[in-house]
Each structure stands twice: as C-alpha cells, then as structure tokens.
C-alpha cells in the first residue's frame, strides 16, 4: 500500500453540511470534495492500516468526561435554582435557606455520582455479557447469524443477494462482525473507556460546583442588597451560567452557540416559577 493515505478533514465536512443546510449545494459540494480530498503521507491511527485517517472521527467519545460535568453541572444548577426559589417563596431566612440548599446539594451530588457508577457498570457488564453472547452464538451456530444479518440488512433497502455477501464477508472477520451485530442487531454501542470512578466524580463534581455556586452568590447578594433585589441578582447568574453551560454543550456537539445557549437558560422558569409557587403553598401551610 502507498505510504500516502487519504484524510477527511470532519470540521470541513462539518461546514460542507452547514452549507447545505443553507441550501448552497453547489458550495457545500465544493467543500465536502475538499474534505476528502486531503493526503497525508504519514497516516497514522487505528484505521492507518487501511489507508484511511480521519481526525476527529471519535469527537464525542473524547469529549466523554466533559459532557458528563456539564451534565453534572446543568443537572447542579437546576436544584439549586429550585431550592433557592423555593425558599424564596416560602420567606426562609437566609441563614437557613443557604444551609438547607447546601446540605441538599451536596446529598444530590453523592446521589448523582452513585447512581453514575451504577449506571456504568451496569451497562458494561450487560455489554460485555450481550457480546459474549453473540461471540458464542456466531461461533456454534454462524448460519443463524449470518442469516439474521442479512435478513436485517433486506429490510433497511438491501437485496438479499447484496446482503448475503456483504454479511457473509464481514463474518470472516470474527472480532469485526461481533462488533457489527452488537451495534446493528442491538442497537448496543460499545461502553466508554471511562471507569465509574472517573464518569461518578465528574457527574458528582459537576453537580457539587455548579449547584453549590448559586447558594454562596445569594449569601453574598444578601448581604450588600437584602430582600428581591438579592434574588433578582441570582436570577441573573443563573441565567447567565446556564446560558455558558449551553454554549459549552453547543461545542462538543456542534450545534449552533446562542440558540443552544438561549434554550438552556430558558430552564430556568421551571426552575424559578414552580418552586416559587410551592414555596408560597408551604408558607400559608405553616400559618
């Protein structure tokens, strides 16, 4: 094989789809061919073996850990704003509102991380337990796989003869064609390399900083300005936390900036309105 392989240039072909989104086909044709189009004479990679490198392919799955605190950050964020409204309505005073927010906050946070590990290892042991299946069953029995495979491939456009030979040449590589059905058969992804330490504290982390953030603005808010004015000013950092944790979220997965940003903040009246409601339910309870 030549020491030159070809390269896809994502970003570039990101832009190429964009334009043809926009309805500029001729462009967007232009820059999807100049994607492809790149050689690189050095190719490197798990596909460099088959003349192909692409950089970027695994995006998400790279960006694992930092999806996961913002997750743990929105999801931070989002109880907090509650609790804060709640209280607010309710007429807490502050001294207990900045407790009771906090103890819920961190109790949420090691919830979150727990249920992180758990859902982690959950998911991989079914993984791993669903491919072992399928390795045993190709082994003793390839026919039914194969015919499975094909009869999937027949009902997505195939024909059955193109679907026999393209199963029937997949299944000469045991590893690939496990992989194959795992993915078309199960609709099972492969588990992230992340260990449920690693995917817990950050889910739990994210929840601990963000969600213990807005308490700690309130107490300082309170103390130069009491009363609404304090809240109003939470208000604002709220909405413009959950707008940057939006357009953080628009950049790992490629979405536009400020509309992303803009429906995240939105969250915040759910989180603002009905709190404050039950707040107000709970105070004329207690009189």
Not at 38 to 50: D, F, Q, V
Not at 80 to 85: G, R
Not at 151 to 160: A, I, M, N, P, R
């Amino acid at each position: 094989m030549s020491s030159s392989a070809r390269s896809r240039d994502l970003g570039e072909a990101r832009r190429a789809f964009a334009f043809s989104e926009g309805g500029e086909q001729e462009v967007a044709r232009q820059l999807s061919h100049a994607a492809h189009s790149i050689i690189s004479a050095e190719p490197k990679g798990a596909l460099a073996s088959a003349g192909w490198t692409e950089s970027g392919h695994n995006e998400e799955l790279t960006h694992r850990s930092a999806s996961l605190m913002l997750r743990g950050g929105l999801e931070g964020m989002m109880l907090s704003m509650s609790l804060l409204s709640l209280a607010n309505g309710a007429g807490w005073p502050t001294s207990f509102t900045l407790s009771f927010s906090l103890a819920v906050v961190v109790t949420w946070a090691t919830f979150s991380a727990c249920r992180e590990a758990l859902d982690t290892i959950t998911y991989r042991t079914h993984y791993n337990r669903e491919r072992s299946r399928e390795a045993w069953e190709l082994a003793n029995f390839p026919e039914g796989e194969v015919a499975e495979m094909v009869q999937l491939y027949s009902k997505k456009g195939l024909t059955e003869a193109a679907a026999k030979q393209v199963v029937e040449t997949m299944a000469t590589s045991t590893d690939f064609f496990v992989d194959v059905m795992m993915s078309e058969e199960l609709q099972m992804a492969p588990p992230s390399e992340i260990s449920e330490w690693q995917a817990a504290s950050r889910v739990g982390g994210g929840v601990l900083v963000c969600g213990g953030t807005l308490p700690l603005c309130f107490a300082l808010f309170s103390l130069s300005r009491p009363g609404p004015a304090a809240f109003s000013l939470l208000l604002g950092v709220a909405l413009a936390g959950l707008a940057y944790l939006g357009a953080l979220r628009a950049s790992i997965t490629h979405q536009d900036k400020r509309r992303l940003a803009l429906q995240t903040a939105a969250l915040v009246l759910p989180c603002t309105l009905l709190p404050h409601l039950a707040g107000g339910h709970l105070a004329s309870l207690a009189l």
